[in-house]
């Protein structure tokens, strides 16, 4: 198990880049997958972005692909959401998460959430 603590959303232009970070505590976070997912008002949540324990492999939901790049450093405890070209439909309570990896995709492949930061793009 692991603490987590989002940081960096805010109001950015559409067009814009936003940079969230995933601090967590304990000396076990390397041993973690880690993902991001998102909640909109009156939406499911859904995931964003998932990386391995290494670092070396990476997944990407289908509407940021290319657009997002998530990263890890293992040596600082932190995780990280790179957003770029932002769309007004990236509104969102943004949640990184830490799990086992055998389900690196669902929300129930993993067991220690933050508490979000909110993100906000206008138009």
């Known amino acids: 198990q692991v603490q987590l603590v989002e940081s960096g959303g805010g109001l950015v232009q559409a067009g814009g880049s936003l940079r969230l970070s995933c601090a967590a505590s304990?000396?076990?976070?390397?041993?973690?997958?880690m993902g991001w997912f998102r909640q909109a008002p009156g939406k499911d949540r859904t995931f964003v972005a998932a990386?391995?324990?290494?670092?070396?492999?990476?997944y990407y939901a289908e509407s940021v692909q290319g657009r997002f790049t998530i990263s890890r450093d293992n040596a600082k405890n932190t995780l990280y959401l790179q957003m770029n070209s932002l769309k007004p439909e990236d509104t969102a309570v943004y949640y990184c998460?830490?799990?086992?990896?055998?389900?690196?995709?669902?929300?129930?492949?993993?067991?220690?959430w933050g508490l979000g930061t909110q993100v906000t793009v206008s138009s």
């Open positions: 998460a830490a799990g086992p990896g055998e389900i690196i995709r669902m929300q129930n492949g993993y067991r220690s």
């Open positions: 990386i391995v324990r290494s670092g070396s492999t990476t």
């Open positions: 304990g000396r076990t976070f390397s041993s973690y997958a």
